[in-house]
C-alpha cells in the first residue's frame, strides 16, 4: 500500500479505496489509520459517511 501511497494524493477517494483494501487485506490497524485520515481530513464526504457506517 505504501506504492500507491505514494503515488497518490490524499483524496476521500483514494482514502477510502485504501481503507477497503487494507479490509480485504485483513489490517485492522491500517484500515482504521486510513480511515482516521479519511474523517478527519473529508469529514463531511461520501466515503467518510461509509466508513463511519463500517466500523458502527
Given at each position: ?53 463500517l466500523?458502527?
Amino acid at each position: 500500500m505504501g506504492y500507491y501511497k505514494a503515488l497518490s494524493q490524499d483524496t476521500a477517494e483514494s482514502l477510502w479505496l485504501l481503507v477497503r483494501i487494507e479490509l480485504n487485506m485483513g489490517d485492522s490497524q491500517a484500515m482504521m489509520a486510513y480511515g482516521d485520515q479519511l474523517v478527519t481530513l473529508f469529514g463531511d464526504s461520501e466515503q467518510a459517511g461509509s466508513y463511519q457506517t463500517l466500523v458502527q
